[in-house]
């Protein structure tokens, strides 16, 4: 049975539900919609630049993407024009693995100064991500602070201590290492409001923290204290066996010029400073009635998780997660990936949604001779809505790497202008 199904989104979860659907039947026409003009996500945009390795996982999705029963719809944003109930009236199966794209609130006083912002915006902003490129951080301070103790956190230190080399061959847009080049920060304070052994740290994230070419890693004086050996489980002990390798105090004879240093029993209280940050002050979680601790730093961070984007017809929690019962939200409807689990979980987490959605619809949906593709280019042409098909992403894809300077993987366009732009300029490729 050849069904049209249309997959929201382009990340992992979109890609491994692609390719589980083309495995079991290789005759299903399958479009991918993407907001963006370009696919993967968060491989492109989450995953660090200096973890290109991780990237390569995109080379699997490429060869989903070349299948020739799948197309590409980039630039399209499916919300309020066209809507989800549009999109499903022209499809027999439509999946939603939009993922959760906002940064979680901090909830305290004036979240809006200056020098503050969510992991999500500067990860963003350092990947090339469009929608983030003018965040303008400003690294003219001695110190930074993180809040939170997952792998995000450990991104934006390693990126703020990283030597200009160590980022030369990456695909970090031009933009950040121009600013990086420029930074004065040396000491980074990564915070987490319980203890370490809490931490959602993978221990490879935290390993190479104690392997920084130019950064010692350092645990706040007391902290070995602290932990109750008791308590600890197989992969705590991995950790505390991680974590108690880093000094408690920089070695006197250390050449490296920048430290991080892990402190535990932190929540943020209240900023200081009046429109641009000058510190933070934090509740001891051990002794809260002890007098704040007052950290002075010119950026504050929050990597505290992320939260999902509300979509018109569709019902979410109110962290943005999709209200849906085994990855089904109705008739039809289905969804993967952070937009239905929460933003947890590596890359590989999300080939296990894709699998059991792809066999939602072998088992549940039937062809309604649905007109598919035909019909969603129809819908944009009457929407005035110009998109990015396949072959234009390739030819994106080609000239990322041809532009990128030696040794470094691509150099990304970072708007959809500069995109329309180069697309104008070349042959025509559209059929
Ligand atoms: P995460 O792993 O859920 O960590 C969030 C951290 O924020 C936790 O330490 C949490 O503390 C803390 N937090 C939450 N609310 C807070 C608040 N109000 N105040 C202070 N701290 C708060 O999330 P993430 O780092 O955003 O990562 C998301 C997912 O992507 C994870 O599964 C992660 O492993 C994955 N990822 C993987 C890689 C990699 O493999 N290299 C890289 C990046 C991301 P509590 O524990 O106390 O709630």
Not at 16 to 37: G, M, R
Not at 165 to 179: F, P, Q, R, V, Y
Request: with cysteine; hydrophobic share 35%.
């Amino acid at each position: 049975m050849n069904l049209k199904i249309a997959i929201i989104g382009s990340g992992p979860s979109a890609f491994y539900t692609a390719q589980s659907l083309l495995k079991i039947n290789a005759d299903y026409e399958i479009d991918i919609i993407e907001k963006l003009f370009s696919p993967y996500g968060l491989i492109r945009y989450g995953v660090a630049p200096d973890h290109q390795s991780t990237k390569n996982v995109s080379r699997v999705f490429e060869r989903v993407l070349n299948n020739t029963n799948v197309e590409f719809f980039g630039g399209v944003e499916i919300n309020e024009s066209p809507t989800i109930d549009e999109v499903m009236e022209i499809y027999d199966a439509v999946v939603i693995a939009s993922g959760m794209a906002k940064d979680k609130k901090l909830n305290i006083s004036e979240e809006n100064k200056t020098g503050y912002f969510g992991a999500t915006q500067f990860v963003n902003w350092y990947n090339g991500h469009p929608e983030y490129q003018n965040l303008k951080p400003n690294f003219n301070t001695d110190s930074a602070i993180i809040i939170g103790n997952g792998n995000v956190a450990i991104d934006c230190a390693r990126i703020l201590v990283r030597t200009i080399n160590e980022l030369e061959d990456t695909d970090i847009t031009k933009t950040a290492m121009n600013s990086l080049k420029k930074s004065s920060i040396k000491n980074v304070y990564i915070i987490g409001r319980r203890g370490p052994l809490d931490a959602k740290f993978t221990t490879v994230e935290i390993r190479e923290m104690g392997e920084l070419s130019d950064c010692d890693s350092i645990l706040s004086k007391g902290t070995i204290d602290n932990i109750d050996k008791k308590l600890m489980n197989d992969d705590m002990e991995k950790q505390y066996r991680i974590l108690t390798s880093f000094n408690e105090e920089k070695p006197i004879n250390s050449k490296k010029s920048k430290t991080v240093e892990f402190k535990f029993h932190l929540s943020p209280k209240e900023f200081i400073g009046a429109e641009k940050i000058s510190g933070l002050k934090f509740i001891n979680n051990l002794n809260p009635d002890e007098e704040l601790e007052v950290i002075d730093a010119g950026i504050v961070i929050s990597a505290i998780g992320y939260q999902g984007d509300k979509l018109v017809g569709v019902k979410s929690d109110e962290s943005g997660k999709i209200i849906h019962k085994d990855n089904i939200i109705k008739d039809r409807l289905y969804t993967a990936g952070w937009a239905a689990r929460g933003p947890s979980g590596v890359i590989g987490t999300n080939k296990h949604d894709g699998s059991k959605v792809a066999k939602h619809i072998e088992n549940n949906v039937n062809s309604k001779n649905s007109p598919g593709r035909i019909a969603l280019k129809s819908l944009l042409e009457l929407k005035n809505k110009r998109y990015i098909s396949k072959e234009e992403w390739l030819k994106i894809d080609q000239a990322e790497v041809k532009r990128a300077s030696k040794g470094s993987p691509r150099l990304k366009f970072t708007s959809h202008s500069e995109v329309f732009n180069f697309l104008d300029n070349i042959k025509p490729v559209r059929k």
